[in-house]
C-alpha cells in the first residue's frame, strides 16, 4: 500500500508548479526585506544593524550546518521513490534527524567555550556594543539544533515533492526574520530579544515540518527509535561526506566578505555593503527555486534516463539567464538610483559600485547553481566539493588583499571575479565528463552580456542609460526568444502562459 501511494513525477507541469511555489518561498519575503530594512536601520543603527545582518549571516551558515544530511535525505529518498521502493524511508528518516542532533549538540558546546575570544578578536566592534553582541551570539548558538535538524526534514518533504508545503513555512520563515526585530525594536531596545524571537519563530516552523512529515508519510509515527543505526545511514554517508565540504567551505566563501570587512574596517561598513548584498541576493531566488525542484528530479531519474537530466540542466540554463540578464543589467546601470530612492543619498553614494559589482557576479552565480546542483544530484558531489576546497585559500586571500586595498567597492568586485571562474569552470567540467552542451548562440549571447554589463557602469547621463539598457532589453527579448528557445520550449511557455491569463 505504502509504495503505491507515492510516486515521482516527472512531468513538465509538475516541474513548473514546484518551481512556482519555490519562486513565492522566496519571493514573498523579499518584498518584506525591501520594506522593513530601512526602518530596522533607522531605529538601530548602523552598527547595531551590522550586528543584526551578522546574526542573518551566522543563523544562515547553521543551515548549512547539517554535514549534507539534509540534501543527501532528499537524493537518496528521491532514489527509493523513483523505484517505487520505500520500506526503509522511516528509519533513513529517524536516523538521519538523530545524528544531526547530536552533532548540533557538540558543536554548541564547542562554541559556548570559544564564542568571548571570537567576538573579541574577529569582530571589530566598539566597547558600547560588545557585551549586547556576545549576548546575541551565544543566544545563536542555541539555534544551531533547530536550523540544523529543519534541513533534514526539509529534504524529506522535497524528497516526496512537497514543495508547495515547504514553501508555506518559507513565507512564514521569511516575513517573520523581517516583520518580527522591527516589532520587538519597536517594543524593547534589546538585540538579544531580537534574536530570540527569530529563534522562537523557528522553532514554531520546525514542529509544523515534523507534522506535515507524520501526514506525507504515516509510517514515521509507529517507526520511531532513539537509536543509531549506521547501516541504515550509509547511502546517506557516502553523500553527505562530500556535500558536507560544500556545505561548509560554501558557506564561509559566501560570508567571509562581510566578516572580513568588519574586522579590517568597520561594523559600519558592514552595513554600507550588507545592506546591498541582502537586496541582491534575493535575485538568487530564481535558481535557486529551480535547483531545489531539479535537484530530487535529477537524483530520481539520472540513472534511469541520463539525457533527460541533460535537457532539463540545459533548459534551466536558458530559463535563469533569459529572466535574469535583463533584470541584472537594470540594476547595474541604474546602481545609484536605486539605492538613492531606496535609502539615501549616502547610502547611493557609498554602495552604488558595491550594487553594480555584486548584481553581474549574482548572474554568473545563478548559472553556476545548475552545474553545482546537477553533480550532486546524479551522485557526484565531490566535484563540487573539491573545486570548493581549491578555491577557499586563494579566495580568502584575494578577498582580504582587495578588501584592504579598495575597501567595500574592492570586496564587490572581486566578489563577481570569483562567481565568473567558478561558473566558468563548473561547465566546463559538466561539458568535459557528462556531455551537457550549450547552444553556441547561448554562449555567445553570455559573453556580450558580460561586455555589455561591464561597460555600462561608466555611463553616467541618465537619459542614456535609459535609452541604451531600453534598446539592449528589447534585442535581448528578440534574440532570446528566436535564437535561445527551441519550438517546444516556446510552445511550453505559451501553453502556461495563456492558462495563466485565462485564470485571471
Same mark, same amino acid.
Request: proline share 4%; net charge positive.
Given at each position: ?6 510516486? /515521482? ?126 549576548? %546575541? ?11 540544523? %535538524? ?212 549574482? &548572474? ?80 555567445? &549571447? ?9 561597460? /555600462? ?48
Amino acid at each position: 500500500m505504502e509504495q503505491s501511494e507515492h510516486r /515521482f513525477d516527472f512531468s513538465n507541469k509538475k516541474l513548473l508548479q514546484n518551481t512556482t511555489y519555490n519562486l513565492l518561498g522566496y519571493t514573498v519575503p523579499l518584498v518584506f526585506a525591501l520594506i522593513f530594512i530601512p526602518a530596522l536601520i533607522n531605529i538601530l543603527g548602523k552598527e547595531r544593524f551590522g550586528i543584526l545582518s551578522l546574526s542573518w549571516a551566522i543563523i544562515g551558515y547553521f543551515s548549512f550546518f547539517d554535514f549534507g544530511i539534509g540534501k543527501s535525505v532528499t537524493k537518496v529518498i528521491s532514489e527509493r521513490i523513483g523505484k517505487n521502493d520505500s520500506t526503509q524511508i522511516p528509519s533513513i528518516f529517524w536516523n538521519s534527524l538523530l545524528f544531526i542532533a547530536l552533532i548540533s549538540a557538540i558543536v554548541v558546546s564547542a562554541g559556548l567555550f570559544f564564542m568571548p575570544s571570537i567576538i573579541k578578536n574577529y569582530i571589530n566592534i566598539s566597547t558600547e556594543n560588545f557585551n549586547e553582541a556576545l549576548k %546575541t551570539f551565544y543566544l545563536i548558538l542555541f539555534s544551531i539544533p533547530i536550523v540544523t %535538524t529543519t534541513t533534514s526534514v526539509r529534504g524529506f518533504l522535497e524528497a516526496y515533492q512537497k514543495f508547495d508545503v515547504v514553501n508555506f513555512y518559507r513565507v512564514i520563515l521569511g516575513i517573520s526574520t523581517f516583520v518580527l526585530p522591527y516589532i520587538v525594536a519597536l517594543l524593547i531596545d534589546s538585540l538579544f530579544w531580537i534574536v530570540f524571537s527569530l529563534l522562537f519563530i523557528r522553532l514554531l516552523v520546525w514542529i509544523f515540518y515534523i507534522n506535515s512529515s507524520f501526514k506525507t508519510n504515516k509510517a514515521l509515527s509507529s517507526n520511531f527509535k532513539l537509536k543509531l543505526d549506521f547501516n541504515i545511514l550509509k547511502p546517506v554517508f557516502r553523500i553527505s561526506i562530500w556535500i558536507t565540504i560544500v556545505n561548509i567551505v560554501g558557506p564561509i566563501i559566501l560570508y567571509s566578505d562581510r566578516f572580513l570587512i568588519s574586522s579590517l574596517l568597520s561594523l559600519t561598513a558592514v552595513t554600507y555593503y550588507s545592506t546591498p548584498y541582502e537586496m541582491i541576493t534575493k535575485l538568487l531566488i530564481l535558481p535557486t527555486a529551480f535547483v531545489g525542484v531539479l535537484f530530487p528530479t535529477f537524483s530520481a531519474s539520472f540513472n534511469n534516463n541520463p539525457e533527460q537530466s541533460r535537457q532539463l540542466f540545459v533548459r534551466s540554463v536558458k530559463f535563469i539567464y533569459l529572466i535574469l540578464f535583463p533584470v541584472v543589467l537594470l540594476i547595474s546601470t541604474f546602481s545609484y538610483e536605486i539605492l538613492y530612492l531606496w535609502l539615501d543619498e549616502k547610502f547611493a553614494v557609498e554602495s552604488h559600485l558595491v550594487l553594480k559589482y555584486l548584481a553581474i557576479g549574482i &548572474l554568473f552565480s545563478s548559472l553556476s547553481s545548475i552545474p553545482n546542483n546537477f553533480f550532486q544530484g546524479i551522485g557526484k558531489p565531490n566535484i563540487p566539493a573539491i573545486l570548493n576546497l581549491i578555491e577557499l585559500p586563494i579566495y580568502i586571500i584575494l578577498m582580504y588583499l582587495f578588501i584592504k586595498w579598495y575597501g567595500i567597492e574592492g570586496a564587490a568586485l572581486f566578489w563577481m571575479i570569483a562567481a565568473g571562474i567558478d561558473a566558468f569552470i563548473n561547465y566546463f567540467i559538466a561539458f568535459l565528463r557528462f556531455k551537457v552542451t550549450l547552444d553556441n548562440i547561448l554562449i555567445t &549571447l553570455i559573453l556580450i552580456s558580460l561586455i555589455v554589463m561591464l561597460i /555600462f557602469p561608466s555611463l553616467s547621463l541618465i537619459w542614456i542609460k535609459i535609452a541604451l539598457s531600453t534598446f539592449i532589453v528589447i534585442i535581448f527579448i528578440y534574440s532570446g526568444w528566436n535564437l535561445i528557445l527551441n519550438n517546444n520550449e516556446r510552445a511550453f511557455l505559451l501553453e502556461n502562459v495563456s492558462k495563466f491569463l485565462s485564470k485571471k
